[in-house]
């Protein structure tokens, strides 16, 4: 399933062969990590650049966003398992449940950062504050509830 295994004390569980719901890439997002152990934990507004190439057809949904200071991204995490229970986290040592984390290990690995919008060119927005893998799968973009300048 992935080309991660499990850590000291980790458990895992057969998952069923069925499909509920069925999503729509909507683009690819581009960072500069290519492997999970050099992705950051957690996003940054002072990261790096990181860009959303969204296929062309969404250039038009993005209208509006230009004037918004931050937004809310989700994506799939393509490369993580999906049938771990219990994981060991690397900063703690501890075992605890898939659902007491923000790990990328997880029943329906969708991520979400919140991002700093550096602007809008075309199709592609470049943000700052993302952590996930290079050529991450993109899902939606919504704008942040807390923050907006327009």
């Given at each position: ?10 458990e ?59 937004l ?56 700052r ?22």
């Amino acid at each position: 399933m992935t080309e991660y295994g499990l850590r000291a004390n980790e458990e895992a569980v057969d998952l069923p062969d069925r499909a509920d719901a069925t999503l729509r890439f909507i683009g690819t997002i581009r960072t500069p990590w290519k492997d999970r152990k050099d992705c950051p934990r957690q996003g940054s507004f002072d990261g790096p650049d990181c860009t959303l190439e969204l296929d062309d057809i969404w250039q038009p949904a993005l209208a509006g966003l230009e004037a918004r200071e931050t937004l809310e991204v989700l994506y799939w995490l393509h490369k993580s398992r999906r049938d771990v229970l219990t994981q060991n986290p690397r900063h703690t040592g501890r075992i605890t449940g898939t659902f007491n984390l923000r790990s990328p290990v997880r029943p329906n690995p969708i991520g979400l950062s919140r991002v700093a919008l550096v602007r809008v060119d075309g199709p592609n927005l470049v943000v700052r504050g993302l952590d996930c893998l290079d050529g991450t799968p993109l899902l939606d973009i919504k704008p942040d509830r807390c923050h907006h300048s327009a």
